[in-house]
């Protein structure tokens, strides 16, 4: 399955921005990770194959929103009360569906959006 993000961009402090991810086909549970610079990466967004169940990391409880559209085959990431330590290439991904609880073991991935975030 081939994904493809989009909406990335460069916001101010406590900024939005809404994140897309088409997949070419359909994926059961999927998920985004971030990437920075000289970090590890990072999985911040879980969502299982019918969009019941969602999973965050402490990181962006609160103020990131996974969502999906089985119908279009697209995920997506609300990012509110951006801060500059949410800058990063985001990706989204596929994810092992663990019944419950998430485990940040992606699979394929696409070549990702950045998101900057300035103070």
């Known amino acids: 399955v081939r994904l493809v993000e989009s909406g990335g961009g460069s916001v101010q402090s406590g900024g939005s921005l809404r994140l897309s991810c088409a997949a070419s086909?359909?994926?059961?549970?999927m998920g985004w990770f971030r990437q920075a610079p000289g970090k590890e990466r990072e999985g911040v967004a879980g969502i299982s194959t019918g969009g019941g169940s969602t999973y965050y990391a402490d990181s962006v409880k609160g103020r990131f929103t996974i969502s999906r559209d089985n119908n279009k085959n697209t995920l997506y990431l609300q990012l509110n009360n951006l801060k500059p330590e949410d800058t990063a290439m985001y990706y989204c991904?596929?994810?092992?569906?663990?019944?419950?609880?998430?485990?940040?073991?992606?699979?394929?991935w696409g070549q990702g959006t950045q998101v900057t975030v300035s103070s």
């Open positions: 086909g359909y994926i059961y549970c």
């Open positions: 991904g596929t994810l092992p569906c663990r019944g419950g609880r998430v485990t940040w073991e992606f699979g394929s």
